[in-house]
């Protein structure tokens, strides 16, 4: 098994006033030659924006982009028909593909809203764009990997065009918890959005991350209650 860790201080910071970011890789003007992604894993951002505040519209093309609400509410809009409120609990995605213009907003003028936007290099260029949003609910159950992005429309969580998949968990103080990769040679990165884990050996404190691959699986123990992203990706 082979890791990096990155830890959550050693991130990119972006500080627009209305908005504040970290970036885990490389983006906008944090650049870092050794932080360019993992595999087909290359942005992991995790926003903050201010009530009443937002991205207003712009482009994308030939990438996978996925939107976790932490707290608040976030606003979508864009030019193929959607428009409407992503609520914390929810996860979304679209295909950029051959091009897709949108805003996020934030979806409440008091409250800030916090979330992860994520881009995954896709395994298809050119397709026609697309939108998923899906409520995360029904298929979290406590102290389990519960996946909830797939390459499999009919399966749980929502698809995209790449051979990836993201798990999900809550986790209790002292369990103890196996993640099976669903290919071998992909690799997972390991994020941590609240409490405290260790995989490994390597111990990950909020917001810390780690890169895992050249393994079939991997145990997680939780040292805090925890809650934990799992993204499993091609690292070619």
Not at 125 to 133: D, F, L, S
Request: hydrophobic share 35%; proline share 3%; no cysteine.
């Amino acid at each position: 098994m082979k890791t990096i860790y990155h830890a959550a201080d050693s991130r990119g910071n972006a500080n627009h006033g209305w908005l504040k970011s970290k970036h885990t890789f490389s983006f906008a003007n944090y650049h870092n030659p050794e932080r360019m992604g993992f595999g087909a894993l290359r942005v992991i951002n995790d926003d903050f924006v201010i009530g009443g505040q937002g991205f207003g519209k712009h482009s994308h093309r030939d990438m996978e982009i996925i939107s976790i609400p932490l707290s608040g509410k976030l606003g979508h809009g864009d030019n193929i028909g959607n428009n409407g409120i992503i609520e914390t609990g929810e996860i979304q995605v679209m295909s950029a593909g051959t091009g897709i213009t949108h805003s996020e907003m934030n979806g409440d003028d008091k409250e800030e809203v916090k979330f992860l936007q994520i881009w995954v290099i896709p395994n298809k260029m050119n397709v026609e764009p697309r939108y998923q949003q899906v409520r995360m609910d029904d298929i979290l159950k406590p102290n389990e990997f519960n996946q909830v992005l797939s390459p499999n429309a009919d399966d749980a969580g929502v698809w995209i065009h790449q051979d990836a998949w993201f798990s999900m968990g809550d986790f209790g103080q002292g369990v103890t918890q196996t993640y099976q990769l669903k290919d071998p040679s992909n690799g997972v990165y390991v994020f941590v959005i609240s409490g405290k884990v260790v995989v490994n050996g390597n111990t990950l404190d909020t917001r810390d991350g780690l890169g895992v691959w050249d393994t079939k699986n991997f145990t997680m123990d939780v040292i805090d209650d925890a809650k934990v992203l799992l993204m499993e990706v091609p690292m070619s």
